[in-house]
């Protein structure tokens, strides 16, 4: 651990905060298949005893609506398993491209301070995270006169 640099650290963080989204997300899923009867059941027991008789066409409307669910289920989890390799490409993507863009905005942003002082000095409140501005604890524009 101790030859992790900080780039290193904040690549490994957004690497792993990736990950845990998907394992969010795949935990969800299946915590949606199995309560699905668990609810069908309350609502088909909590309707006939208020209901009576006339909870029959109630009985229906679940009957066809927690299949379809089962289906859209389903088809949702093939279309993520189909784009699970394009997510995994796309991830691998942003970790080459975002250390890259890094690399040319310091330069671009010294050319800026060098070419158009004015111009500089307008923009550095607002692009420096707060209280790293000296004498300044929140990002605020200079006055113009």
């Given at each position: ?17 990736s ?71 796309r ?48 990002l ?6």
């Amino acid at each position: 651990m101790a030859s992790i640099s900080k780039a290193m650290a904040s690549d490994a963080v957004s690497f792993v905060a990736s990950d845990i989204t998907k394992i969010f997300d795949g935990i969800q899923d299946i915590h949606y298949l199995w309560t699905a009867p668990i609810e069908a059941m309350a609502i088909l027991t909590i309707l006939v005893v208020l209901v009576k008789q006339w909870a029959l066409p109630g009985w229906g409307v679940v009957f066809i609506v927690m299949p379809c669910q089962y289906l859209f289920g389903w088809r949702i989890i093939l279309h993520k398993k189909a784009n699970a390799a394009n997510t995994q490409e796309r991830g691998s993507i942003f970790q080459e491209l975002l250390p890259a863009m890094k690399l040319v905005n310091d330069p671009a942003e010294s050319c800026l301070e060098q070419c158009c002082p004015l111009l500089s000095c307008w923009c550095a409140p607002a692009l420096a995270p707060a209280g790293t501005m000296p004498g300044s604890a929140t990002l605020r524009r200079p006055s113009v006169m």
